[in-house]
């Protein structure tokens, strides 16, 4: 019966030796090495000796890295001396040591030479600055990080500069300076732009969000975990995104937004499904419930609760079951359900009493120890006092010859109440005893119980689970099914994963196993191989446990893998197509405004001469078609923008009056061609600054008047604004356009907000339009945190409605000081427009260079035309000018690349910048920043007008005013 326990013995032994002698031979080749190394050479030996030993021998590890720092100092080189202070710094600060930490470092910084490695003194201040900041000495946390700013600002990597602005914004965050860490984070932001990096850009709108929060303005805050979320959706980091999504739903939840809480925690919840998240899934479907349970919904909280309760009871969730049943005996009691909710909370019950009972095995061990100590005391005691009966008793003797017989009957008497003594003791002593063994009975059969039904639940788990020790070696393993193993489990138990796993395998989870010790939190990491004839995708999970031993959680995740690469294949085709289009798009709308600015640009000039009646209906003609085929191309573009989600918002001052006065004027004239009048009415509240995208609000009225001249003849329309709520920082107004029209019927107005949609086919043959205006607008409304819709009539007209959420302004100058200004600006606007200009313009397209010369020979400028932005180089070189108008897309060279040559030119000549405005055919979405990127200083869109390109060679000495 002791043979096959003594050939286990044998086996473990001899792969002990073997382990030790690899690590022995490795040792004493290194060793060995020292004998006859030069001194920096000895340092080095050692620091690979303290970083061979890191997770073996902790000690002696240090032990390797104090000699090579004693070898350093001695030999006085300063290179050497830097190099060992930085790691053993490093290693002191991992440890938490942060004086001794500060100490190495310190060291580092002093001894590293002044012509070394820049990128080394930067990380060297890096450490020393975190070290700083976690020693909770803010000031000089800062003071060492800008010295390192200052140092990687020289430096070519760009990435490595930003992550000093985030470090300093976490500084300046702690310290409470949250406007310098806000500006920290942006310049960050700004610096990851540059180079593309999305996970930088995802960290510092993560960052931003945090510091907008702490100052209370929400919406800024959201905007910015909404950009970290899609940054991490770009670089596929689902699990951040499920976090994410989990934190703006408690980001709701606390500020009593039920529903946006539910719609982001069922967000996480559809991405986490994805991951077999099943623990998060159950939180988050426990979160729903809760607040369904606020709103009153107690049916649906209910169903909630119990997908919660299947997934934590399925998976062997045993405390966040706990919660979920006491969450369900309240809803059933709150919902009359009494029946249901005493068998809830009886299965809470029974729960919390099994929890409280995995405590009874560490009670009983204690219990146990107590015990046998008494025990060990008692038999001292007992000792004692025999040898103490003894004693008494020689003496007893020897006064008895001395005595005699009195001698003898004092010894006799106090023996006997010594044994009285002994008697009692030792009779409390055994019903101490009985009482001790009867609690550890009753403690053995409730761990017997706990046993049972913990056997139970780890029969459900499909997962294998390990335990090793410190070192790797196996203590315990359950699996399901052997052929889930790549072992038989019995022959794993009290081996090691070296001797029984691939050396790559057995290396990932000794590295797992030190990372959870040094940090005491779950290591996930994952790993493919071969399993009886399967190749597996498994996730493993480490996590220690409070024994000094650690548990793995193997699960096969090889399903979810395949259905993510299929997924991300998909998406990638997705991404080909709207790419495909957008390029369409962009072709599209280049094509076909080049002649569209010719067309209505000369039309314009035609205008200015004197016509018959006849010509002057055929130039109108013209311009209404033009502009109608303007507004088509608009409208598709910015559909496509928000098919793409691409469309962004401006948040600047908004003139309300001016914007209701654009509307009518370029409404006017079709308006009275319908016999129609129109006016407008504005709420006194929205007088004054208010913040937000004044050229969307004027697309949306714009769509909704044309719409109602459209339908309208003979009429008024009337265009309403009123302020419904506000608060401190924001402004909720409401628009209104009124007609006295058709009428919209009830079954057609779900069609009215469709894109390409008309109330009816017939509608569309006899008034025309593209059926997006009204879809277009919906969208806008929606990105302003508003709503659209409709109250109509047939035969009385309609009342088209939408709101919008503004901001208040509250830097903005007085009534007086704006009006002084802006006349200020048109009396200098005025003046600069008098004088005549050296303009160089660049444009291939024949027809778009007469019509652009027209323009600016009428304000006696002087032009130069070159066909391309080669020659349009070559007249730079060779002439002065004060403004360069320059074409996009052009043959031979384009005007990206021209612009680029001509600030190279001016950047070698030591010249001024001369003012470049493209004017291109381009507008789609980041066209304009690509055209600023490259040097350009203001953009004009074809087609244009007379007055649009005359303002733009003026336009910053505007803005200046």
Not at 17 to 35: C, E, M, P, Y
Not at 149 to 165: G, V
Request: aromatic share 8%; proline share 2%.
């Amino acid at each position: 019966m002791k043979k096959p326990g003594l050939i286990k013995l044998f086996f473990f032994f001899a792969a002990s030796l073997i382990v030790f002698w690899a690590s022995a031979q490795k040792t004493d080749s290194l060793l060995n090495a020292l004998k006859n190394q030069e001194s920096s050479e000895r340092v080095n030996t050692y620091i690979l000796l303290s970083e061979a030993f890191h997770d073996i021998d902790p000690g002696l590890s240090e032990t390797y890295m104090d000699t090579a720092l004693q070898i350093a100092i001695n030999t006085d080189i300063d290179s050497l001396i830097a190099r060992v202070s930085y790691n053993k710094g490093t290693l002191a600060l991992d440890k938490g040591l942060l004086d001794e930490a500060l100490a190495m470092l310190k060291k580092a910084y002093l001894h590293l030479p002044p012509d070394d490695n820049q990128e080394k003194l930067a990380e060297i201040l890096d450490k020393t600055g975190e070290a700083f900041a976690r020693s909770g000495k803010l000031d000089s946390a800062l003071t060492v990080l800008y010295q390192s700013q200052d140092i990687r600002e020289e430096l070519p990597d760009i990435n490595s500069y930003a992550r000093t602005f985030i470090k300093i914004g976490n500084v300046y965050y702690l310290n409470g300076n949250l406007s310098s860490a806000l500006k920290n984070f942006k310049r960050a932001l700004g610096y990851f732009r540059e180079t593309g990096s999305t996970n930088g850009m995802a960290t510092s709108y993560m960052n931003m969000g945090s510091v907008y929060e702490e100052l209370g303005n929400i919406d800024s805050a959201r905007t910015a975990y909404f950009e970290a979320l899609q940054g991490y959706r770009d670089i596929e980091n689902f699990r951040n995104i499920t976090l994410i999504l989990n934190n703006l739903g408690v980001f709701h939840y606390e500020r009593a937004n039920y529903d946006s809480a539910i719609y982001y925690y069922q967000q996480s919840v559809e991405i986490a499904q994805k991951l077999n998240d099943f623990y998060q899934i159950a939180i988050l479907y426990n979160n729903m419930a809760l607040i369904e349970d606020i709103k009153k919904e107690f049916k649906k909280a209910r169903a909630d609760y119990q997908k919660a309760l299947r997934l934590a009871t399925e998976n062997g969730y045993k405390i966040l079951a706990v919660d979920i049943y006491r969450n369900l005996a309240e809803n059933c009691a709150i919902s009359g359900l009494y029946k249901d909710a005493y068998q809830y909370y009886k299965k809470y019950q029974q729960i919390s009493d099994s929890l409280h009972n995995m405590e009874t095995k560490e009670r009983l061990a204690k219990l146990q120890m107590n015990y046998e100590k008494e025990q060990e005391i008692e038999e001292i005691q007992n000792r004692n006092n025999l040898k103490q009966l003894r004693y008494s008793y020689t003496i007893v003797v020897l006064l008895f010859v001395i005595l005699l017989i009195i001698l003898l009957l004092f010894i006799i008497f106090n023996s006997n109440r010594q044994k009285k003594k002994v008697n009692k003791t030792l009779l409390e002593k055994n019903k101490e005893v009985i009482r001790q063994r009867e609690l550890q009975e009753r403690t053995l059969l409730e761990l017997q119980e706990n046993q049972r039904k913990t056997n139970a639940i780890l029969k459900a788990i499909p997962d294998v689970m390990f335990i090793f020790d410190a070192k790797g070696n196996y203590i315990y393993y359950h699996a399901k099914k052997d052929k889930d193993i790549i072992k038989t489990g019995n022959s794993l138990i009290g081996s090691n994963v070296k001797k029984e796993l691939p050396e790559e395998f057995a290396n990932k989870i000794l590295q797992g196993i030190s990372r959870a010790s040094k940090e005491n939190k779950v290591q996930v990491f994952m790993h493919n191989d071969w399993v009886n004839m399967r190749k597996l995708d498994m996730e493993l999970r480490i996590t220690p446990i409070e024994d000094g031993t650690f548990l793995m959680i193997a699960r096969n995740v090889t399903e979810r893998l395949n259905m993510e690469r299929e997924l991300k294949k998909a998406r990638d085709e997705m991404q080909k197509a709207l790419d495909a289009k957008s390029m369409y798009l962009a072709s599209l709308s280049h094509e076909i405004r080049t002649p569209l600015t010719s067309i209505i640009g000369v039309t314009s000039i035609l205008e200015e001469t004197e016509l018959t009646k006849e010509q002057k209906e055929c130039t109108d003609i013209i311009n209404i078609s033009g502009n109608n085929l303007l507004n088509l191309i608009n409208n598709i573009l910015d559909f496509a923008k928000i098919e793409s989600g691409q469309l962004k918002l401006e948040e600047v001052e908004i003139n309300l009056t001016e914007v209701m006065e654009e509307v009518v004027s370029l409404l006017e004239v079709k308006a009275r061609d319908s016999n129609n009048k129109i006016d407008f009415r504005i709420d006194k509240k929205l007088n004054n600054d208010i913040l937000g995208d004044p050229y969307r609000l004027t697309q949306i009225l714009i769509n909704l008047v044309n719409n109602a001249i459209k339908f309208t003849k003979n009429g008024i329309i009337s265009i309403h604004s009123e302020v419904l709520d506000e608060d401190e920082n924001n402004l909720l107004a409401k628009f209104q356009v009124i007609d006295t029209g058709i009428g919209v019927s009830v079954e057609q107005r779900d069609k009215l907000f469709q894109a390409f949609s008309q109330a009816d086919q017939s509608i569309a043959r006899k008034y025309g339009g593209s059926g997006l205006g009204l879809a277009i607008s919906k969208h806008f409304v929606q990105l302003m945190n508003g709503e659209i819709g409709l109250e109509s009539e047939e035969g009385k007209g309609s009342k088209f409605w939408f709101t919008v959420k503004f901001k208040k302004d509250h830097k903005q100058p007085t009534n007086e000081e704006t009006k002084e200004n802006r006349e200020k600006g048109k009396n200098n606007m005025e003046t600069e427009n008098e004088k005549p200009l050296n303009i160089l313009l660049v444009e291939d397209n024949l027809l778009n260079q007469k019509f652009a010369i027209a323009i600016l020979k009428k304000y006696k400028h002087q032009i130069d035309v070159a066909e391309n932005g080669k020659i349009g180089v070559e007249y730079f070189d060779k002439n002065d000018y004060d403004v360069i108008l320059m074409d996009i897309q052009m043959p031979v060279m384009d005007g990206i690349e021209a612009t680029r040559n001509i600030r190279q030119m001016e950047k070698e000549k030591g010249q001024d910048p001369t003012r470049i405005v493209a004017v291109t055919a381009y507008a789609m979405e980041g066209d304009e920043e690509r055209f600023y990127q490259a040097g350009i200083d203001d953009y004009l869109r074809k087609p244009y007008k007379a007055d649009q390109l005359i303002g733009k060679l003026y336009t910053d000495r505007n803005k200046e005013q």
